[in-house]
């Protein structure tokens, strides 16, 4: 008997996005376009040249949205009509903010700037938890980068329990020039890592601080964690070596919170 080789198919299948956050087809995406909604991400019949298609295609990319070209049969089991006509997208449940919004909230509240930043998470339970422990924590916002990560979901909404109607979310295009810019705004940004060289009770995080949170599997990508001032470890006492991400997030939060008190 033949070796029965992996079904890829199914996997992609179940990472699909919700349907409740899905428009489909050619009349609601150009509907959705005319009235300003947020598209996060457009999926395209891979291999269609319909004019009118790759039409749409473009103007969701120049609103911002990323486009992607899937098999036809990833759109079909996405599809909770049936009748997509080659294009569907993902749309976010609630507006994003800019980093500008998020600065100018704590200069109104005349405190030092508290963000959290999430480098490519891609759970959006975890984007939700995020959310609610800043709004708790009173950070002014939490960014995440465009492509490469959850979006701000029915998922996420419903995780953060009422948190995303007051907390401010920007999405950018690349996380190590937000961070660059942050810096030079006088933002000292501090990611979380197990081989960090700053003990989480040395941080000082009494300043404008941007924390990052790193992605789920392998943490912070190269880049962004050579762009942090510092690399904070967070103390183990067990025998994991890691937590979870909504978990670093809320520890590094509240030692900010108790700094500040």
């Known amino acids: 008997m033949r070796d029965r080789k992996p079904d890829n198919r199914k996997r992609d299948f179940d990472n699909a996005e919700p349907r409740e956050n899905l428009i489909e087809g050619r009349n609601a995406m150009t ?37 992607v070209s899937v098999d036809r049969r990833k759109l079909d089991a996405m599809s909770a009509t049936g009748a997509h006509q080659g294009i569907m997208a993902s749309v976010a449940a609630h507006e994003y903010s800019s980093v500008e919004d998020i600065l100018a909230r704590a200069e109104g509240r005349g405190e030092a700037p508290l963000i959290v930043i999430c480098d490519e998470l891609s759970d959006p339970h975890n984007l939700g938890a995020i959310l609610r422990t800043a709004e708790c ?16 979901t029915a998922v996420v909404s419903k995780t953060s329990a009422g948190a995303l109607e007051y907390m401010p979310v920007a999405r950018v295009n690349n996380i190590t020039a937000t961070i660059n810019d942050l810096k030079q705004k006088g933002v000292w940004v501090f990611g979380t890592a197990a081989d960090g060289t700053t003990k989480l009770y040395d941080a000082d995080l009494k300043g404008p601080a941007a924390i990052v949170i790193g992605n789920e599997g392998e943490g912070m990508s190269r880049l962004v964690a050579e762009s942090c001032d510092f690399k904070v470890s967070i103390p183990m006492r067990g025998e994991i070596s890691s937590l979870n991400a909504s978990a670093a997030a809320a520890i590094l939060l509240y030692e900010a919170v108790r700094q500040r008190l």
């Open 137 to 152: 924590a009173g950070a002014h916002g939490v960014i995440i980068p465009k492509r490469r990560s959850v979006g701000l």
């Open 31 to 67: 509907e959705a376009l005319k009235s300003g909604r947020t598209i996060d991400k457009v999926f395209v019949a891979d291999g269609d040249t319909d004019r009118s298609l790759l039409r749409l295609a473009e103007q969701a990319k120049k609103a911002g949205a990323v486009v």
